[in-house]
């Protein structure tokens, strides 16, 4: 917490403020009516809420590392043990935790319409850790993961209940991005008997220093995504000195690994058509065929970066919520498919 001294030396539009003495206050001063979609949703610990137990658990006791578990209830007819979702959550590395009522509400939908098990990653934010902790966050999660499919370590709510020959990293926005990432990364280990079988990036926040047309027109800002809010949190998250040209954001641009060389598992990319990063995330998708990766397009038309996390727009615009059960029943098909 601040001092009664400390002044605010950044300030991003109702979700940061970053003070001279190094402290980070992250509570939300944005229009009161959206406010609860940021506030934390408590685990029910066991309990199966409307068919979904949720958990929370620190996986790294010397790094403090935690994830939320999502557990669907068994339905008739449910394979023995359910596919993994890996989810990384967004919020440009500096803002959002894994337990926002915004992810609950929908990663609730997700494994149950997708009969999986979700596992979202307490990743550490910028600008206290700067990039890349974040990656490394959600990549000893993967390492997690692999330690308790090889036995080495033990997780009541998983060990009986997962298919870790099936596991699917899912991330929003910059967890899009980190997605891309922790695959890259993990191509060049032995998983067995984990399986990672596939990813999916929900409009991935990738970059360059050079502004896109979609975001030179800003015509697609909204509260929750401005060309602002992008310049401040990439200079609060990527390494000192570096430009948006850096490969964790910019995959496709030259200062990053040859995307024809990473062994990468399949990738689901979803694009909304009224998205300030639209054309940056067709470029990646374009370059990742260019490069032979098994790569799919999604796009939602009519709606925003993130509309599927915005409740307020889901119960009042029939498009939004049309889009948001479409989103649904394509990453439910793609998992299933994998």
Known sequence: MASANS?????????????????????WTGPKEVEFLTSPAPPSDGEFLDGVATRDIVIDPESNLSVRIYLPEKLPGDDP????ILHFHGGGFCITRANCYMYYLFYTRLVKSARAICISVEMRLAPEHRLPA?????????????DLARAELTEPWLGPNADFSRVFMVGDSTGGTTVHNVSARAGSEEWSPLRLAGG???HPGFHRSELSRSEMEAQFETPFLTLDMINRFMALALPLGSTKDHPIICPMGPAAPPLADLRLPPFLVVVAERDLLHDRELEYVDEMKK??????????????????????????????????????ESISDFIRNH
Not at 309 to 326: R, W
Request: proline letters at 3%.
């Open 7 to 27: 002044a605010v030396v950044e300030d991003v539009s109702g979700w940061l403020r970053v003070f001279d003495d190094g402290t980070v206050d992250r509570s």
């Open 81 to 84: 043990k359910l596919p993994i």
């Open 134 to 146: 974040a990656i490394d966050d959600c990549y000893a999660a993967l390492l997690w993961l692999r």
């Open 200 to 202: 999916v990036l929900l």
């Open 291 to 328: 490069a032979g990766k098994d790569v799919e397009l999604m796009v939602n038309r009519g709606v925003g970066h993130c509309f599927y996390l915005n409740k307020v727009a889901i119960d009042s615009d029939p498009v939004t919520a049309a889009q948001t059960e479409l989103l649904i």
